[in-house]
C-alpha cells in the first residue's frame, strides 16, 4: 500500500529566493520520480483567511503518495535548505472529491480511527464566487482556535488566491466531527457550499495519524498549549 506524507518546513528569509526556485524546478521533479504516484508542493499560511494577506513565506509544504521505499531527492534538498522540518505520516481513512482531476487517497477500511486524525480540504475557488466565499471565512476561521481537541492548524495553497485549503490536526476523530459538524458557523458554511456552488473542484480527506517527526513547532503546535502530542 501507498505511504502518504506529509512534510512542512520552516525556511529562513534569506533562502527565499532559492526556495521560490525549487518551487518552480521541484514540482515535476517529484511528480517523475519513480515509486511517487502523487506530490504537490505547497505554500502555506496561517489558516486565519484565505488570500495573499495570509501568506506565510518562512513556510512550506509537500505532500505525497509514495512507495514506502521511495526517497525523492528534492525532499532531502528542501530539508538540507530548511531551519526546522517536520513529517507526519498518514493513513487515509475517508476521501471524497478530486484534486487535479485525480482522487489520490486510497483509503482503507481497516485503518485505525483511535488517536490522533489529520483533516486536509483543499478547493480551486471559482472566480465567480470568490467574494462571497471570502466574506463567509472569517466567522469560521475564529471559531477554530478554540475548537476542543485542536492540535494544529495551517493554510495551504498551490497559489495565493485561489487555489486554497487548510491541513488541521485533532486528538481524536470525535473532536474533529464535533467542530465540522456542530459547530454553527462551520456548519453553516458547509451548507452554503452546497447553495452557492464557490468551489470548481474540492476534495476532503480525513487521515490517522501513524507518526510524527521533527519540529513540531513548524505545524504551529506550540501555539496549542491546551494539549501535546501525548
Known sequence: ?????????????????????????????????PGVRFAKLLGTGTGTGFG???????????????????????????TR????HAQIDL???????????????????DARTQGMVLALTRARIRPTRAATFWRAIPTVAAALPDAPGLLARFGIGEAPIGWQGTVTVWRSTADLVRFAYRQPEHRAAIARTAQVGWY??????????SGIMGDLGVLGWAQMTRSDPA
Open 1 to 33: 500500500m501507498d505511504a502518504v506524507t506529509l512534510h512542512v518546513w520552516r525556511m529562513p528569509r534569506k533562502a527565499l529566493p532559492r526556495v521560490l526556485v525549487h518551487m518552480a524546478t521541484d514540482r515535476g521533479r517529484l511528480r517523475r520520480h
Open 52 to 78: 495573499p494577506g495570509d501568506v506565510d513565506a518562512t513556510r512550506w509544504a509537500a505532500l505525497l503518495v509514495h512507495d514506502p521505499t521511495a526517497t525523492p531527492e528534492p525532499i532531502t534538498a528542501w
Open 81 to 84: 535548505l530548511s531551519e526546522a
Open 91 to 109: 493513513a487515509p481513512i475517508t476521501s471524497r472529491g478530486t484534486w487535479s482531476g485525480r482522487q489520490p487517497f486510497a483509503t482503507d477500511a
Open 200 to 209: 470548481a473542484e474540492e476534495l476532503f480527506a480525513r487521515f490517522a495519524v
